[in-house]
């Protein structure tokens, strides 16, 4: 959108006559002619000399409105700075600034009085109804400031500093400023949708006076002077704005804060009203004068006003702050669902697996063989449970060894875990032939099977199960959140990447847009690199548990294949050549421990390589 030249509106507010001026004897000299016209007599103009006629100090200036004794606050109010509040609510900058000698009304006009209230209070009244009258299709941020400034820029005071002077018992020892910002958005779920960011200033100058007039002393004398440099430097700012071609021409703007702080009110973009306050009276005729003739420059300044439109450098700050939200979010998930690996869905499908490798080996190497063919019972007590030390959430797996009759028969091995206790006993009891069972129990001289209690690592391990149950239904509630999300992501990306390049215009915005995109992507490529790494340490972790299982297992054969050795010695029984061979090389083996020293080798390069693994946090960020 094209900026605008708008010239500066200036008005012009006399005040009634006080009482001050009228016990003094004083006359009005300031009269107001029509809407906008104001003739100033020179008190000093003797009407009878007529050779001074042709050196008359009288003189006409036109302004934008006049307004005298009779103009209310809601004239004053209605006729300038009404019509710039709806430009402000839709992203469009505006000023106001009273300017006048000590005691011409520029509190008055600005501030008023509670039956009567000013600018500020007029002006806000009506800003938020503006809002409210659009707030079914618009979102609002308003906030305001308010500042003092003395020689210094100071904090906005709660109480505007006042002191008496001869000129105004009530005078103004600081310009007060009151800054109110806008921010406008249109609620659409639109991505193209703009914001509009409108500032107005409201500025009550302070009185400039003479010293000599005041009889100002010390503290206020000092403040006096720092107030008229102050005003001497928006005077000369005026009038290099108001010289023709003054937009080529050096505009000192840094003479003083208030100067820096009016600098786009008066030659940047804002929509800017300067209220001139004169008192009509002849006692201050010169006041008065300076006055005008400054008002009547600073009619010739032009401001060049632009809406303010924030549209797609905003949109990217947002997009900025609800990635940096979804990769906090991301960090938290992922720690979570870590945690959550660890404690449960990690171990229980490592222990389910592994249980069901590890029964599938037991069950290859219970088969029916040469082994098994020998007295078990004495070695293995029928109903054994043997439970795999390695890791205790592996469960049991109970030795179902046939009694003596059976002794050709396989002895089996039976998983336990996955049931409860009595199911597992019920499982037993089934898979049994129940004319064997008969048997045994004739032989072995008991009543009946002799049920264990439930063991104490029973019950804890079905415990856990069932709390690795939960905490697996969880993970995949959160798993299934996150799809949710990243698909809706997705779709929000692929929105943004039709429309972005219409919004992006300048360079600068597809740098930023560069370089965001490319901090994102290393960042992809920085998680897949962590997922790679958990994927191994897994792996692994899998690894090791198979290892360890085997290795029980192992254990378990070298006593199996030990018991059956000693009880074929005790026996007496002929060991054919072959086997005998066999049994030798067997303990030979195990004599020099050559698989415990590769198990050994294993489990040190595993554990260097985990460490190697173990995901760390990203080296670096990308902020942009
Ligand atoms: N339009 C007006 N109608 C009635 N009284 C007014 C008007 N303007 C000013 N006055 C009165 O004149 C006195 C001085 O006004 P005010 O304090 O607003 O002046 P000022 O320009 O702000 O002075 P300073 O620069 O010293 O602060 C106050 O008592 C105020 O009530």
Redesign the pocket.
Known sequence: MEPKDQQLMVAL?I??L?EAELEEGATIIAHKVGDQAVVLMDPSEDPEDTLRAHRSRERTFIFDRVFD?HSTQEDVYSTTIRRLVEGVISGYNATVFAY?P???????TMLGMDAEPGIYLQTLTDLFQAIEETRDHMDYCVSMSYLEIMQLLTKGNRQRTQEP?A??K???RSHAVLQVTVCQRRRSPDLAEEVHLGKLFMV?L??SERASQTQNRGKRMKEGAHINRSLLALGNCINALSEKGSRTQYVNFRDSKLTRLLKDALGGNSHTVMIA?ISPASSSFEESRTTLLYAYRAKNIKTRVKRNLLNVSYRIAQYTDVISDLRREIEHLKSKIEKGERNSKGMFIQTAQDLLRGVQILKVHSQPGPFHSGPLTTAFPRGTHVLLQGNKRWGFLRLEVPGPPALNKACSLTPCCGHSWEQGKSDLHMQRDQSELEKDEELAGTDGEDVPEEPQEVAVTTEEVNLLLAEHQKTSALKAGLEQRLALARQKASKMETLLPAQVTSEDQREVLRLLCRAHELEVENTELRADSLRCKTLLCQKDLVIQHCHQHRRLCEQLIRGQWQLMQDSGVQVPEALERQYRLYFRELGEGTLDRLLLLHSRMASSLQVSLTPCTPVCRYEV
């Open positions: 507010r005040r009634p006080s004794q006048g000590s005691g011409a009304g520029k509190t008055h002077t000129t105004n009530t005078s103004s009550d302070a009185g306050h």
